[in-house]
């Protein structure tokens, strides 16, 4: 990631959040206060969906361990199974196949890198920041999406894996400014409730 997209991202993250804070403050109606707890709801609605569409990509990978494997065999590739099943993560070796499943397995491993922060930073921001916080969260889980699936596919290039190709889709790199903003507004309504501005109901 370059430094303009990631001053932009953090930027944009922070003036959304300080105009989010200050423009709730100004309105005490309970219609209003009403409005942004039933807000609150809406990140940790997008983060479980997310950790239920996890939960089924892996299943993908059950089965592309299996056809990986199936293949490696009819092409005759030695000690198959001690390689490509089961304990093992990623497949031993750099045959064909074994790159093939790899970019698969890694499709999926790579959302446990930043899952447990985004929900963690994502679920604090949107005590604070409910609106700003859900708009990152949807950034995070569309681009999540986006790059897993390029990811999987880059397994099954023409010309052989190749996992520079994860990033194929427009929204893919959007994950990670979602997550600097999830990183971002998590840390300010940390601060805010640590400083006494915010109350936890």
């Not at 005490?28 to 983060?47: E, G, V, W």
């Not at 750099?94 to 491993?109: D, G, L, P, V």
């Not at 052989?160 to 994860?166: C, F, I, T, V, Y």
Request: glycine share 10%; charged share 15%; proline share 3%.
């Amino acid at each position: 990631m370059t430094t303009k997209p990631l001053l932009i991202c953090l930027s944009t993250a922070s003036i959304g959040g300080f105009l989010e804070l200050t423009t709730s403050s100004k309105f005490t109606s309970s219609s209003l206060n009403n409005s942004t707890h039933q807000l609150t709801a809406i990140t940790p609605c997008i983060l479980i969906g997310t950790g239920l569409w996890t939960l089924a990509h892996g299943f993908t990978i059950g089965k592309a361990r299996i056809k990986y494997a199936a293949l490696a065999k009819k092409d005759g590739e030695p000690n198959v199974d001690e390689r490509y099943l089961l304990p093992n993560l990623y497949a031993q070796g750099t045959s064909k196949h074994a790159k093939a499943f790899n970019c698969i397995q890694r499709s999926h491993q790579h959302i446990f890198e930043t899952f447990t922060t985004a929900t963690l930073s994502g679920i604090m921001g949107a005590i604070s920041f409910p609106i700003c916080t859900a708009v990152s969260t949807l950034m995070y889980a569309v681009g999540r999406y986006q790059l897993s699936k390029g990811y999987a596919e880059a397994g099954a290039e023409e010309g052989g894996a190749d996992a520079s190709k994860r990033y194929k889709y427009p929204m893919a790199k959007f994950m990670w400014y979602g997550f600097l903003g999830n990183v971002l507004l998590g840390m300010g309504s940390c601060g805010l409730i640590i400083g006494g501005k915010k109350t936890v109901v």
